[in-house]
């Protein structure tokens, strides 16, 4: 009975009563994935939300600009600013360097809501960003083409 717990799936907090105190991490957490945008439409938004918030215990979502726009966008690794305190690689070839299909990629901002996590909770993004790219980098260069946190 009830939501947001194991029992139920970890339901991603859509049935989680509003609330003014959500209880964010320090900044804002972003995801490269080698896929074109198109790609990146809104069931797999959710199935990636799901996914990140079954794994972490807590509820993750794609952030929205003051527009309210999700913000998913185009990724160029060009433009890439290094002055990123954390930024792990999943381990696709080339290092630092990876090569996609077309050479797609977006970036996905992400932020977290810790206001339903009970265990785990990471006040920090390069907290919770270095768990996954030890625990889960297999997983999300696999499953979700991820190729940065």
Same mark, same amino acid.
């Given at each position: 009975?009830?939501?947001?717990?194991?029992?139920?799936?970890?339901?991603?907090g859509?049935? !989680?009563?509003?609330?003014?105190?959500?209880?964010?991490?320090? &900044?804002?957490? +972003?995801f490269?994935?080698?896929?074109? #945008?198109?790609?990146?439409?809104?069931?797999?938004?959710k199935?990636?939300?799901r996914?990140?918030?079954?794994?972490l215990?807590?509820?993750?979502?794609?952030?929205?600009?003051?527009?309210?726009?999700?913000?998913?966008?185009?990724?160029?690794?060009s433009?890439?600013?290094?002055?990123? !305190?954390?930024?792990?690689?999943?381990?696709?070839?080339?290092? &630092?360097?990876? +090569?996609?299909?077309?050479?797609?990629? #977006?970036?996905?901002?992400?932020?977290?809501?810790?206001s339903?996590?009970?265990?785990?909770?990471?006040?920090k993004?390069?907290?919770?960003?270095?768990?996954?790219?030890?625990?889960?980098?297999?997983e999300?260069?696999?499953?979700?083409?991820?190729?940065?946190?």
């Amino acid at each position: 009975a009830g939501c947001n717990n194991a029992a139920c799936g970890w339901d991603g907090g859509d049935c !989680a009563p509003d609330t003014d105190h959500k209880k964010p991490t320090d &900044g804002s957490l +972003y995801f490269v994935l080698a896929m074109s #945008i198109e790609k990146f439409h809104d069931q797999f938004r959710k199935l990636f939300e799901r996914y990140l918030s079954l794994k972490l215990q807590t509820n993750l979502k794609v952030k929205h600009d003051e527009n309210g726009h999700a913000m998913v966008y185009p990724f160029d690794q060009s433009e890439m600013v290094e002055e990123e !305190a954390f930024s792990f690689y999943t381990g696709g070839s080339g290092g &630092g360097t990876f +090569y996609t299909e077309g050479n797609f990629a #977006i970036i996905v901002y992400m932020e977290v809501d810790n206001s339903q996590c009970v265990v785990n909770c990471y006040q920090k993004s390069g907290d919770l960003a270095n768990y996954m790219a030890a625990a889960l980098s297999t997983e999300l260069r696999d499953d979700w083409s991820v190729v940065q946190i």
